[in-house]
């Protein structure tokens, strides 16, 4: 009986070992097909939220890191791209975490020219409820596009509220506390963008492409 328990238990040990094996060699072989996948995404949604009429340089080129946990919503470096043109900066993407969300964290991306205008944004992944939160990705709703042309002309503008609020910004029927959250988010991504303009659009490139 000993003996029997003893053989089981090695061959348990072994195909948890071949098992493991298994799936760090299925690992390896796909990290840089997964990594080059995620660098398309990227590169497409940066053609999205920021036009290519404004720039010459391929945005993914030009990555920096951001921490600011009261603008950006996480302690954690969050990564930006700059777009310039004849090496001068003329717009930025910046990525940012809407930390109360209905569901947790909403991360978003965010693009913003030289004057302070949202030319776009995306939400890069989050947690809400289907149906009903969820409309903040755009392949559900257009509602992403409530912040295209939109300038904060001051801390204190109302407009970036969403209209349950006083706002200008429509909610969701039956969800509030998403896109209250989400408007938030890029609201505190502009404000800091508008502080430090100058320093943003002329940081070297300091990050990996697709960094998180």
Request: charged share 25%; proline share 3%; net charge negative.
């Amino acid at each position: 009986m000993k003996k029997s328990m003893l053989k089981n238990g090695s061959l348990l040990g072994l195909f948890a070992l071949l098992c493991t094996g298994l799936v760090a060699v299925v690992n390896e072989f796909t990290f840089d097909k997964i990594k080059q996948q995620e660098k398309v995404e990227l590169a497409r949604v940066l053609h999205q939220i920021v036009p290519d009429a404004l720039h010459d340089n391929e945005l993914t080129e030009h990555c920096i890191t951001l921490q600011a946990e009261d603008a950006l919503g996480t302690a954690d470096a969050l990564p930006a791209y700059i777009a310039t043109q004849n090496g001068k900066g003329v717009a930025i993407a910046i990525e940012a975490i809407a930390p109360d969300g209905y569901n947790g964290n909403i991360k978003v991306i965010i693009g913003i020219s030289h004057e302070g205008e949202v030319l776009g944004v995306r939400t890069l992944s989050h947690q809400e409820t289907p149906g009903l939160g969820d409309k903040i990705e755009l392949r559900k709703s257009e509602w992403v596009k409530s912040f295209d042309g939109l300038l904060l002309l001051s801390d204190e503008d109302k407009r970036w509220n969403v209209k349950k609020d006083g706002g200008e910004i429509d909610q969701f029927t039956g969800a509030t506390i998403t896109p209250r959250a989400y408007v938030k988010a890029v609201k505190k991504a502009v404000q800091y963008f508008n502080t430090h303009k100058a320093e943003l659009l002329s940081t070297p490139a300091n990050c990996e492409v697709g960094n998180e």
